[in-house]
């Protein structure tokens, strides 16, 4: 009885062991497989545009998540404050953008002079900032 006892359990322990093993191997996997060729594009473009948004030396003048410029206009949510249009009109020709939206006021920003696809990577990684914080403070700016 209790040999059956303990044969049983070991049965258990192993039944429990083996799903650990298989889930564990088998869960990233079916986490990529999940993800969108789309979807999967859009973060490897985001991720470029990280790298990108640290070699233009953004943070000069900006601040983001306590880094950078403490007098910089802060970046934090700036994903959901502003639309694609206007981060890629700010980043193709901050003076333009600026006379659109401030007609009164030249920008103090550089201008970047990144290409098309920098400029498209850096927006994506800007587009991924989120915080529901900021939104509330600046309300429906765009
Ligand atoms: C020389 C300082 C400077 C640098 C460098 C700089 N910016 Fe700016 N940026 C500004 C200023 C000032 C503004 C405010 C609007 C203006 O003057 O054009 C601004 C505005 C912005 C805005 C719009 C913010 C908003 O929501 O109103 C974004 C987005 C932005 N910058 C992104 C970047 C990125 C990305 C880089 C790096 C490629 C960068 N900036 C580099 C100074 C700078």
């Not at 799903?19 to 564990?24: D, G, H, L, N, S």
């Not at 473009?45 to 910089?72: N, P, S, T, V």
């Not at 020709?93 to 920003?109: C, F, G």
Request: aromatic content about 4%; charged content about 25%.
């Amino acid at each position: 009885m209790k040999s059956r006892t303990l044969m049983a359990c070991s049965l258990i322990c192993f039944a429990i062991s083996a799903q650990a093993v298989y889930f564990a191997k088998d869960s990233p996997v079916k986490k990529i497989s999940k993800q969108s060729a789309a979807g999967r594009r859009q973060r490897e473009l985001a991720l470029r545009g990280k790298a990108l948004f640290a070699a233009y030396q953004c943070l000069d003048c900006h601040k983001l998540a306590g880094k950078g410029c403490i007098d910089g206009i802060n970046l934090d949510g700036e994903g959901d404050l502003r639309t694609t249009s206007f981060l890629k009109e700010q980043l193709e020709d901050p003076e333009k953008h600026a006379a659109k939206i401030k007609p009164q006021e030249t920008s103090l920003m550089t201008p970047p002079n990144m290409n098309r696809d920098e400029v498209q990577a850096v927006v994506a990684y800007l587009k991924t900032l989120k915080s529901a914080k900021r939104k509330a403070q600046n309300g429906k700016a765009n």
